[in-house]
């Protein structure tokens, strides 16, 4: 398969540019800033980006990439640390800029450059850096100024090199995107149209050969990424897959009924749906603390699972929802001693459990996934629902968690979710659901004073979960949200809209 390759230096955008590329039908992978030119060489990479990164090339112990690359004739984009580093490597001058460039400037393009086909005049670009090129090497030309006198692009077309001192990648750049398809497409020659499903009948086949007939347990938590692998796992060993999903008696509404008449009924496959309510629910009597919930919860569900899970006969491997994020995490600059992140809803399952990983989404980002998806024929209820995290409801009912205040809850969460699907908001948003707050406070009803609950509705929009805005939603929808709330949920008596983004808060309450 044809591919660009991402050599990640630590910049915060390394996966911005990837995702770029592939929504431009440009597969590519991100290596380590170390990966050797023989590595790179064995992937027939069509050309190699060099991303940014917070060293400075004059440091001592500044990431260099195997120098080797530079001679393979691939051509090579460097971006902002890697401009620099291609600046240093051939003879021109780095040093630290008067003042450190964080933001938006006017980009004046020079001449005709084939990273610029198509863009004219003056753009707006998103620049952070520390460090600036102030004379380009012999044989470059230079190809893009801003403020007038700063060297912002350059190139060496003879030896294939091209070098950007902004960020292409970033959203604010204009035409950022235009630029990385000429790279790419012009002066790569990528010429392909990837999609995620070009890998369908790859990762089939991959599958099929490391489960070598043996049996492949897979823990459904009701997701996208659970539900997409499990589909794609089928397709490779049918019946050789067995389910397992965990009813921990914090899930919403609805949520355990549409398991079963996805998997179970329409898809036919072997689901063992465990009701493990009562063991949660037990546990977390008393408990108020949020991170004590979240232990027993990841503890209770590890033991649930494990249990279930050896009463498979024949099983050796356990199947992830693993996304490519989590994978980058843990082959970046960082080095080989950064943590792998453990997958969020099966945390800490595979090393207790001494079963091989087979992780077939390990390639995708989530929209990728939720492609993918779409073209196995899953649901659109099961790909387009917002994130769920696994603790569930009980990190949304804050203090203790009974199955009294669970029930109100998820008759709550139920409503708005309704109310938002209707208005046509369900898919413009990341994030929707109600958090039960432990106050109760004074209302009236009827002629009678009433004393209950507080329900706090949570909408945000994000692109990652990382950063989010609370959703301007219409105030008729959220008015009526809360009249339905209060009237048809016993126990409420006052609904608020949470106005906070994250940072400083976070999306969930606990
Ligand atoms: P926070 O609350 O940290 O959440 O802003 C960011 C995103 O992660 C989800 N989340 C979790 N997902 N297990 C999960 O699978 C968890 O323990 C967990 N905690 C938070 C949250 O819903 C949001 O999408």
């Known amino acids: ?14 996966q911005l540019i990837a995702r770029r590329l592939r929504s431009l039908r440009v597969y590519c992978e991100i290596l380590p800033f170390s990966a050797t ?23 001592a112990d500044a990431p260099k990439p195997d120098l080797a690359i530079l001679n393979l004739g691939v051509p090579i984009l460097g971006v902002c640390y890697g401009m620099q580093l291609i600046a240093r490597e051939y003879g021109g001058t780095v040093s630290k800029a008067a003042k450190r460039e964080y933001g938006l400037s006017k980009l004046k393009i020079l001449k005709g450059s084939r990273l610029f086909k198509g863009i004219n005049g003056a753009v707006s670009v998103w620049m952070s850096h520390g460090d600036e090129v102030k004379k380009a090497p012999a044989g470059f030309h230079v190809t893009a100024r801003a403020g007038g006198s700063d060297i912002s692009a350059m190139e060496n077309p003879d030896l294939n090199l091209y070098a950007l001192q902004f960020h292409p990648e970033v959203h604010h750049t204009e035409h950022g995107t235009k630029m990385l398809e000429n790279f790419a497409r012009g002066i790569c ?35 996208v990424d659970s539900s ?23 899930l919403r509404h609805g949520d355990r009924e549409r398991m079963k008449e996805v998997f179970q009924d329409k898809f036919g496959y072997s689901l063992r749906i465990v009701d493990a309510s009562a063991l949660f629910l037990g546990r977390l009597k008393g408990v108020t603390s949020p991170e004590r919930k979240r232990k ?23 199947l992830q929802g693993t996304l490519y994020p989590d994978v980058i995490e843990s082959v970046s600059v960082k080095g080989p001693s950064a943590v792998i992140k453990s ?10 459990m001494k079963l091989g990983l087979i992780e077939p989404l390990r390639y995708f ?31 949304r009912v804050l203090g203790e968690v009974t199955p009294d205040r669970l029930k109100i809850l998820r008759e709550a969460d139920r409503l708005m979710r309704e109310e938002i699907q209707a208005a046509g908001w369900y898919p413009k948003i990341w994030q929707a659901f109600c958090v039960l707050l432990p106050v109760r406070s004074v209302g009236v009803m009827g002629d009678e004073r009433s004393y209950e609950y507080t ?3 949570r909408c945000v929009s994000s692109v990652d979960g990382m950063t989010a805005d609370w959703s301007k939603l219409p105030h008729d929808l959220m008015h009526k949200i809360s009249s339905r709330i209060v009237s048809e949920v016993r126990g409420v008596n006052r609904v608020v809209y949470d106005i906070t983004s994250k940072p400083p808060a976070t999306i969930e309450w606990e």
Not at 37 to 59: C, F, M, N, Q, T
Not at 298 to 318: C, M, N, P, Q, S
Not at 367 to 391: A, N, T, Y
């Open 1 to 14: 398969m044809d591919q660009i390759l991402i050599l990640d230096f630590g910049s915060q955008y390394t």
């Open 343 to 352: 997958h969020h809803n099966v945390g800490g399952l595979p090393a207790k």
């Open 189 to 223: 020659g990528y010429k392909e149209h990837w999609t995620p499903s070009s890998f369908l009948s790859e990762s089939i086949a991959e599958i099929k050969k490391t489960a070598g007939g043996k049996t492949v347990i897979c823990g459904l938590s009701g997701g």
């Open 365 to 395: 980002f989530k929209d990728e996934v939720r492609e993918l998806g779409r073209s196995l024929k899953i649901p659109e209820p099961v790909l387009m629902q917002h994130p769920f995290p696994g603790p569930g409801l009980a990190i």
């Open 296 to 318: 027993i919860i990841g503890h209770t569900f590890i033991e649930v699972f494990d249990k279930e899970a050896k009463k498979v006969r024949d099983a050796a491997f356990l």
């Open 228 to 250: 997409v692998a499990a589909v794609l796992a089928h397709k490779a060993i049918g019946k050789k897959l067995s389910c397992i999903f965990v009813d921990t008696g914090l």
């Open 455 to 457: 329900i706090a509705l």
């Open 37 to 59: 030119a023989e590595d790179i060489l064995s992937r027939s990479p069509r050309g190699i980006i060099l991303s940014g990164g917070p060293s400075s090339v004059y440091d």
